[in-house]
């Protein structure tokens, strides 16, 4: 059974599933690269193709996610084209005449649509709006039927949350008693789920569309002058910089607004919107303290939710998925919990994992006495091509500034403990956003000045946002406090930090309140990365390393050779290990 998962909402992605087993995974943004690439993948679905040996006509099934998917989004390609001043304009022109003033606005006169290979938006101009989205579900089927050559029966449409928690539950390595809980903006008429997995299989139990956090998040961070749908992670990053007191006055703005009453929400005051009426409200109101109480607030309502959902159906081991699962400080009070006995948030846990979602859900229905089992890791994508290595250097003119040589561990090793920061490429990169070592920047992380040197010469990034460490599974209790022995393969839960971290760690945890999101690295799911640590332990004492994504700040993690030499000569990294070779600067 071969079923071919796609997401061609925000975050596009395609998933290949054979059988019960996920051959291969990867976002369309690595290939085209646009930030937040959307619409049909192509080039995605060309390489889980290409990679797993299977031709089109073999593929048994097509699931795409998402019913209801908006249609003027995909028709100016919203996320990877806005720029903040789009947003603003958007707003302004757009949303407060509609929902303020009760004014309708012809959104593609602001917007123009863009032209498309795959769908006929026609419709569009022909048709009223309200019926755009029920349309564009049979435009998107009738272009897989033709990109496959499948029939009807054969496209399957998987709601929105339903994928969200599938991914999460499946990637898990948990199959009995599990409490499955998706947050996110908006999907298919909802913003939550709850959901129960038990021997392989998910029961929905509760949706909600009341759940306004997730957008709430997005708007506060336009609001802040930060672009949504890509830089909430900035004001989680900067939330704990905030005093207590300048805290104060926003999170009295948040709070009375809304309260979770049992599974769901509800409004002590309701707000007309997320932009204009928090402006308002929130003017005079310091930028680090409005960021400050938004996570605070965050916290403490998905605190609240997530212990109601134990009290109400008695289980205590967690999986949580959706975009706001990406919140690693909320992933931390959740761990905290008394009544979480575990807790497990896998790698992508935005709109980029609904495709792997699908395919996995969709599998299970078909055949469910195949039992999916995770691969507890995200190595799912591309490999990097050396063959032709040196011609491009040549090509490009590299070699009077590089050397080219082969290399092996124990020399990277050598260079990081000399706190060369060095940019690896080896391996299956991963999926989603998070570099777990085969597509990352590494350094040494006891020096600070790696930590300032990363920001402003290569990433060029925000002075405040934190790196992460690469952590060995072996050394993980000297680093991270972790009563519960809670699996972090995937950087994206946060834990407080030992002693010894904020020495050997110091440039790989946050400045302001000292946690750290690990990747805890295991042999048997990297045994390269494990063992390039390891040297680098033997060399200095230390048992992690300082781990960002390889790519320039506003571009997508690098996806072929090309990509990363692109990222070497637009910054200062000082070497770029490429499988077995290293291509070092002659300085």
Same mark, same amino acid.
């Given at each position: ?135 564009? &579900? ?13 029939? &009807? ?45 038990? *021997? ?56 009375? /607004? ?13 707000? /007309? ?21 938004? *996570? ?35 992933? &931390? ?31 299970? *229905? ?38 080219? &040589? ?108 000292? /946690?750290?999101?690990? *990747? ?68």
């Amino acid at each position: 059974m071969i079923v071919l998962g796609l997401n061609e909402g925000h975050m596009g992605s395609a998933a290949l599933v054979k059988d019960g087993k996920l051959l291969a995974a990867a976002c369309e943004e690595r290939f085209t690269r646009k930030k937040n690439e959307m619409g049909f993948p192509k080039e995605s679905i060309k390489f889980c193709l290409d990679y797993g040996k299977i031709k089109k006509e073999d593929i048994d099934y097509v699931a795409t996610v998402t019913n209801d998917l908006p249609a003027f989004n995909e028709a100016t390609k919203r996320y990877p084209n806005f720029t903040l001043d789009d947003y603003l304009k958007e707003n302004r022109e757009y949303w407060k005449p509609l929902l303020l003033d009760n004014e309708e606005i012809d959104y593609f006169s602001l917007f123009p649509k863009i032209k498309n290979d795959f769908y006929d938006f026609s419709f569009l101009d022909e048709e009223d709006k309200s019926k755009w989205n029920e349309l564009f &579900k049979i435009e998107r089927q009738k272009n897989i039927q033709r990109q496959f050559g499948l029939s &009807k029966e054969k496209v399957i449409f998987i709601d929105h949350h339903t994928s969200h928690a599938s991914y999460g539950y499946y990637m898990s390595p948990f199959r009995n008693d599990v409490l499955i809980l998706t947050a996110d903006a908006f999907g298919d008429g909802c913003n939550c789920s709850i959901s129960l997995g038990d *021997q392989n299989n998910i029961e929905t139990k509760f949706k909600s569309p009341n759940h306004n956090l997730a957008r709430l998040y997005k708007y506060i961070t336009l609001l802040l002058g930060m672009k949504p749908n890509e830089h909430e992670y900035k004001v989680m990053g900067l939330a704990p910089y905030a005093s207590d007191y300048i805290i104060e006055k926003p999170y009295e703005i948040f709070s009375s /607004t809304q309260y979770v009453d049992g599974l769901d929400f509800k409004y002590n005051i309701k707000p /007309t919107d997320n932009y204009f009426w928090f402006k308002e409200k929130l003017e005079g109101c310091r930028f680090d303290g409005i960021a400050g109480a938004l *996570q605070k607030y965050a916290e403490e309502i998905m605190k609240k939710w997530v212990e109601n959902a134990i009290s109400h159906f008695g289980k205590h081991t967690i999986v949580f998925s959706g975009g706001l699962a990406m919140n690693i400080k909320i992933n &931390k009070i959740i761990s905290e919990i008394s009544g979480v006995d575990n807790l497990f948030i896998a790698g992508g846990g935005g709109d980029e994992s609904l495709s792997i979602g699908a395919a996995i859900f969709h599998s299970n *229905q078909i055949n469910p006495k195949i039992s999916f089992q995770s691969p507890l890791h995200d190595y799912h994508g591309p490999e990097i091509d050396d063959q032709s290595l040196d011609k491009i250097m040549e090509k490009k003119g590299l070699s009077s500034e590089f050397n080219l &040589k082969h290399t092996n561990n124990l020399e990277i090793a050598e260079l990081l403990s000399q706190n060369y920061v060095i940019g690896r490429c080896k391996g299956r990169s991963e999926f989603g956003p998070r570099s777990l070592g085969n597509r990352s920047i590494l350094a040494n992380p006891s020096k600070v000045d790696n930590l300032k040197k990363i920001n402003e010469k290569i990433k060029f990034r925000d002075f405040w946002m934190p790196f992460t460490p690469s952590i060995l599974i072996e050394q993980s209790e000297k680093y991270v406090i972790n009563p519960k022995n809670i699996l972090s393969p995937y950087m994206t839960i946060g834990f407080d930090s030992t002693e010894k971290a904020k020495m050997d760690l110091v440039a790989a945890i946050h400045p302001a309140d000292q /946690t750290l999101r690990p *990747q805890f690295v295991e042999k048997s799911t990297n045994p390269e990365y494990h063992d390039l640590i390891s040297k680098f332990e033997a060399l200095t004492g230390i048992g992690g390393l300082l781990n960002t994504s390889l790519n320039l700040h506003g571009e997508p993690i690098v996806g072929n050779v090309d990509d990363a030499i692109h990222t070497l000569l637009n910054s200062d990294l000082d070497a770029l290990v490429i499988n077995d070779y290293l291509i070092s600067r002659k300085r």
